[in-house]
């Protein structure tokens, strides 16, 4: 006697038992608010009057809860001499520049490595796979001379340059390039006349969308995240986390207000997130193709 196949929404699903399906979402669900309560603690510090912040133990409730700390941030923004609308134009032009190049310069360079042949190109591909093992401050003595020669000291460019030429994005493109997109597909489009920038642009990249998806939302976070910067010296070129660092170093009576610093700082990337992950999600399911 045949077994018959559980169904939901007309879809035939794993066979998997009623009581696997209900363990599984248990454990998921015990994992999602393990991993939610930090974002839920600095959101609830953020209501908490000053009083309340050095409770101890800890209390993750708020008894009497406020947006004074609000008010306090904009009222400190305010009074800065350098206005802090400066500081969120230097976040978003630095991360927005220095997102959309390091997506062009790793995706780029990445179809070339998978899928042109060219003298040197496993050794490229090592020396870019050795770079991970160094980490950025490593390396900093290396960049300030770099940008030193080439005068971009205390510019936007001794970020924004660094920033596209990272080795992890390029190797997140080359690998899922090499893995779903199909030789055939990429010959046929030669052969059909295009070129091939063409062929970069309108076969592989999409293809590969959830591999840019998430490398936009990893190098956003990164620059938006980025505070002080041994190459910026000027004020008017700092960044809105370096402006919130200033606020919290005004002692434990700007804690509240650093906390909604915080919050503040966090709603973009989180914004971004929750509208790229049903694209990824999407397209992590659909991308496969058969060779």
């Keep these: 006697m045949s077994k018959k196949l559980r169904t939901r929404g007309h879809r035939v699903v794993l066979n998997r038992s009623a009581g696997g399906d209900t363990g599984i979402t248990i454990m998921l669900t015990i994992m999602g608010l393990f991993m939610f309560l930090p974002m839920y603690y600095v959101v609830i510090q953020s209501l908490k009057p000053l009083d309340e912040h050095f409770m101890f133990p800890p209390k993750f409730i708020v008894i009497n809860p406020t947006l004074d700390n609000f008010a306090d941030l904009f009222t400190l923004m305010g009074d800065s001499w350098v206005p802090f609308s400066r500081y969120i134009f230097n976040t978003v032009f630095i991360t927005i520049c220095g997102t959309i190049g390091n997506l062009i310069f790793a995706s780029m360079a990445a179809y070339s490595l998978a899928k042109l042949r060219f003298p040197g190109r496993n050794a490229i591909f090592q020396i870019i796979v050795m770079s991970l093992m160094f ?40 690998q899922f390039m090499e893995t779903s997109v ?15 920038f063409r062929t970069y642009l309108t076969i592989a990249m999409p293809m590969v969308k959830p591999a840019w998806l998430t490398l936009i939302i990893e190098c956003f976070k990164s620059l938006w995240n980025s505070g002080s910067s041994i190459y910026i010296h000027s004020e008017e070129l700092k960044t809105f986390n370096y402006a919130i660092q200033q606020i919290l170093t005004g002692g434990i009576a700007r804690s509240g207000a650093g906390a909604a610093a915080t919050v503040v700082m966090m709603i973009v990337p989180i914004g971004i997130f929750v509208l790229s992950q049903s694209q990824i999600i999407e397209t992590m399911g659909s991308s496969g193709m058969k060779d």
């Design 135 to 174: 980490h950025s401050t490593v390396n900093q003595v290396t960049h300030f001379i770099i940008l030193s020669a080439f005068g971009w000291i205390d510019t936007y460019l001794s970020i924004i340059v660094p920033s596209m030429a990272t080795t992890i994005g390029l190797y997140l493109m080359k």
């Design 182 to 196: 199909p030789d055939t597909v990429l010959e046929s489009a030669r052969l059909d006349g295009a070129s091939e």
